[in-house]
């Protein structure tokens, strides 16, 4: 059973960066896929980043394409999301998700989740 902890979350103005880190714990890190997605209120969740295990390949939502950046560190059992230029339409709960198949998207169904960390962006 992987268990995963999301922290860096937070109050932040618009154009200002945050990064938000997910800490795995119960598997192989290494040979997990990892993914970050979002929700905001009454919105669906959305998918945001993902990297693979075998050759590090990155997917990105096309919102923030450009804006945010997905990696890991496996000597850490660390995935990290770096969030740059953030807009109000950033806000939402944010999830980290594993998954021990190659996942990456358009797939979502991520076995692992994550409880999530709440991001607030302020106009």
């Known amino acids: 059973q992987v268990q995963l902890v999301e922290s860096g979350g937070g109050l932040v103005q618009a154009g200002g960066s945050l990064r938000l880190s997910c800490a795995a714990s119960?598997?192989?890190?290494?040979?997990?896929?990892m993914g970050w997605f979002r929700q905001a209120p009454v919105k669906e969740r959305e998918f945001v980043a993902g990297?693979?295990?075998?050759?590090?390949?990155?997917a990105y939502g096309d919102s923030v394409n450009g804006r945010f950046t997905i990696s890991r560190d496996n000597g850490k059992n660390t995935v990290y999301l770096q969030m740059n230029n953030l807009k109000s339409d950033d806000t939402a709960v944010y999830y980290c998700?594993?998954?021990?198949?190659?996942?990456?998207?358009?797939?979502?169904?991520?076995?692992?989740w994550g409880q999530g960390t709440q991001v607030t962006v302020s106009s």
């Open positions: 998700a594993a998954d021990a198949r190659n996942l990456l998207w358009p797939r979502t169904d991520y076995t692992y």
């Open positions: 119960g598997g192989t890190f290494s040979r997990y896929a």
């Open positions: 990297i693979n295990w075998s050759d590090g390949s990155l």
